[in-house]
Nanobody, 126 residues
Framework: EVQLVESGGGLVQPGGSLRLSCVFSGFPDHDHSIGWFRQAPGKEREAVACIDRRDYFAHYADSVKGRFTISSDGARNTVYLQMSSLKPEDTGVYYC???????????????????WGQGAHVTVSS
């Protein structure tokens, strides 16, 4: 059974930093991609970052480029999202997600990801 568990959310002031973690398990392969989406109140879920674990190439939304960094620790089955220079508009629930086994690469469409974690709340406010 595929499982994704996020942690690390919280309240932070504008300009601050947070690191989210996603521990994953149950995948039959070792090179599936892991993505992060977020959903702000009253808005649709949007792609934030993704790492393609075949070559560890990272993809980012334009709104977070230069501020967020996604990385993978294969030994710990964990993907991290380091968020810096946080803005109030980064507030939302952050979800870790993965595609079906055998489907590689990163996608902006949430419909491409059948596996989701429970979400980590991030609030950026003074």
């Amino acid at each position: 059974e595929v499982q994704l568990v996020e942690s690390g959310g919280g309240l932070v002031q504008p300009g601050g930093s947070l690191r989210l973690s996603c521990v994953f398990s149950g995948f039959p392969d070792h090179d599936h991609s892991i993505g992060w989406f977020r959903q702000a109140p009253g808005k649709e879920r949007e792609a934030v970052a993704c790492i393609d674990r075949r070559d560890y190439f990272a993809h980012y939304a334009d709104s977070v480029k230069g501020r967020f960094t996604i990385s993978s620790d294969g030994a710990r089955n964990t993907v991290y999202l380091q968020m810096s220079s946080l803005k109030p508009e980064d507030t939302g629930v952050y979800y870790c997600t993965a595609p079906e086994a055998g489907i590689s690469g990163c996608y902006e469409e949430a419909s491409m990801y059948p596996y989701w974690g429970q979400g980590a709340h991030v609030t950026v406010s003074s």
